[in-house]
Nanobody
């Protein structure tokens, strides 16, 4: 699975950004697609994802109500709409694909394929 993330940038607190992840192949039917992030000096953490079926979405508590994951199946692209951004959202954001999820709280270990990351900086 090849993943290409884009859309990061610099935004002021309270602003919005939309990240995109273009996936190759017949990805959506075979994988759960999601987003993680890694801030400087911290471990990579789960942000949001679809279930493999695409019927369910999961979010980290820290982004619930502010971030929305969506997808365009014909374009094999997953999006992360980020609103009401906070300085603590500053991180490198990675899209990822998992053959299956171990629970409703996905972890890095579930995901075997990763995009290259896109930087998001939120200024105060």
């Amino acid at each position: 699975v090849q993943l290409q993330a884009s859309g990061g940038g610099l935004v002021q607190a309270g602003g919005s950004l939309r990240l995109s992840c273009a996936a190759s192949g017949n990805t959506f039917s075979n994988y759960a697609m999601g987003w993680f992030r890694q801030a400087a000096g911290k471990e990579r953490e789960f942000v949001a994802c679809f279930s493999r079926s695409g019927l369910r979405t999961y979010y980290a508590d820290s982004v619930k109500g502010r971030f929305t994951i969506s997808r365009d199946i014909p374009k094999t692209t997953v999006y992360l709409e980020m609103n009401s951004l906070k300085p603590e959202d500053t991180a490198i954001y990675y899209c990822a694909a998992a053959p299956r999820l171990s629970s409703s709280r996905p972890t890095v270990a579930d995901f075997g394929s990763w995009g290259q990351g896109t930087h998001v900086t939120v200024s105060s």
